[in-house]
């Protein structure tokens, strides 16, 4: 199974805010400021959407925003837009892998 | 712009080889690592392998060990993958990715569009 657990599903209308929660370990999210989140629509390659926990790359909305809290990770989108619906991955780099990644989040925006 | 694109992918039958390739362009491949990270269908990403800018240093995911070869030849900015004892559960869309920063522990960066990999008889 996956390293980091995500929920299956989170679901929210237009220009309301969701967050997707990504729980690791003292050997991954605890542990290092390593946290990557991905958005991947169906039959695309996987987008980087927030980096090294919260930092945004260039050219990404400012409505995606991070945060770590001890074990678990957390992806904000606020906003909501249609083309926000997608499956959101987590990643982190852990004691044993240099990447591990949780099982998706299929976000549906109503 | 960073492009990556993937090649060598196909239907193969159990217990045999594949090499999957990875060219690269839009940036100075040699100075970054890569990874490959797969998807087998309609499941999440599971990362295989990871080489270091120089190809010195190669890691591997438990599941493909001894049987994947990650290379890569920086003079045609090309990235590779042998696969040798191909399982069903190999069968997978195979991406390439960019190490961001081109460290080993930042996750990756730009991804390519992927190759399907299908092992059947």
């Known amino acids: 199974q996956f390293a980091l657990t995500q929920p299956a599903s989170v679901s929210g209308s237009p220009g309301q805010s969701i967050t997707i929660s990504c729980t690791g370990t003292s050997s991954d999210v605890g542990a290092y400021n390593y946290v990557s989140w991905y958005q991947q629509h169906p039959g695309k390659a996987p987008k980087l959407v927030i980096s090294?926990?919260?930092h945004r790359p260039a050219g990404v909305s400012n409505r995606f925003s991070g945060s770590k809290s001890g074990n678990t990770a957390s992806l904000t989108i606020s906003g909501l837009q249609p083309e926000d619906e997608a499956t959101y991955y987590c990643?982190?780099?852990?004691?044993?892998?240099?990447?591990?990644f949780g099982g998706g989040t299929k976000l549906t925006v109503l | 712009q960073v492009q990556l694109v993937e090649s060598g992918g196909g239907v193969v039958q159990p217990g045999r080889s594949l090499r999957l390739s990875c060219e690269a362009s839009?940036?100075?491949?040699?100075?970054?690592?890569m990874h490959w990270v797969r998807q087998a269908p309609g499941k999440g990403l599971e990362w295989v392998a990871l080489?270091?800018?120089?190809?010195?240093?190669?890691y591997y995911a438990d599941s493909v060990r001894g049987r994947f070869t990650i290379s890569r030849d920086n003079s045609k900015n090309t990235l590779y993958l042998q696969m040798h004892t191909l399982r069903a559960e190999d069968t997978a869309v195979f991406y390439c990715?960019?190490?961001?920063?081109?460290?080993?522990?930042?996750?990756?960066?730009?991804w390519g569009q992927g190759t399907l990999v299908t092992v059947s008889s």
């Open positions: 080489i270091s800018y120089d190809g010195d240093n190669k």
């Open positions: 839009g940036f100075t491949f040699s100075t970054y690592a």
């Open positions: 990715a960019r190490a961001l920063g081109g460290t080993y522990f930042r996750g990756g960066d730009f």
């Open positions: 990643s982190s780099y852990t004691s044993s892998s240099p990447w591990v």
């Open positions: 090294d926990v919260s």
